[in-house]
């Protein structure tokens, strides 16, 4: 049984940066494809970035390409989304997740772990 937790959200402007991290605990670790999704009042989950258990693999979507940057540090157990140039619209609770599998995936129902999210807030 896989716990994440995330931390690092906050209230920036528009145009700032934040790092998200999610600290795992309970499995091994690198064992896990991982993922980020968010999702906003009204709105469903929708995928952001996700990251081969090797990391050598990421996959983004095309609303962040460019700007957020998914790492991970498996010796730590962590996961970790970079978000530069952040806009408005990227305000959202920010969720991660865990898969057990060597690939990540876009599909929020492949994931079997979650974490309890964190807030993101983005002024204009």
């Known amino acids: 049984q896989v716990q994440l937790v995330e931390s690092g959200g906050g209230l920036v402007q528009a145009g700032g940066s934040l790092r998200l991290s999610c600290a795992a605990s309970?499995?091994?670790?690198?064992?896990?494809?991982m993922g980020w999704f968010r999702q906003s009042p009204g709105k469903e989950r929708e995928f952001v970035a996700t990251?081969?258990?090797?990391?050598?693999?990421?996959y983004y979507a095309n609303s962040v390409k460019g700007r957020f940057t998914i790492s991970r540090d498996n010796a730590k157990g962590t996961v970790y989304l970079q978000m530069n140039s952040l806009k408005p619209e990227d305000t959202a609770v920010y969720y991660c997740?865990?898969?057990?599998?060597?690939?990540?995936?876009?599909?929020?129902?492949?994931?079997?772990?979650w974490g309890q999210g964190t807030q993101v807030t983005v002024s204009s």
């Open positions: 309970g499995g091994t670790f690198s064992n896990y494809a």
């Open positions: 997740a865990a898969r057990r599998s060597d690939t990540g995936s876009q599909v929020a129902y492949e994931y079997g772990y």
């Open positions: 990251i081969s258990w090797s990391g050598y693999s990421t």
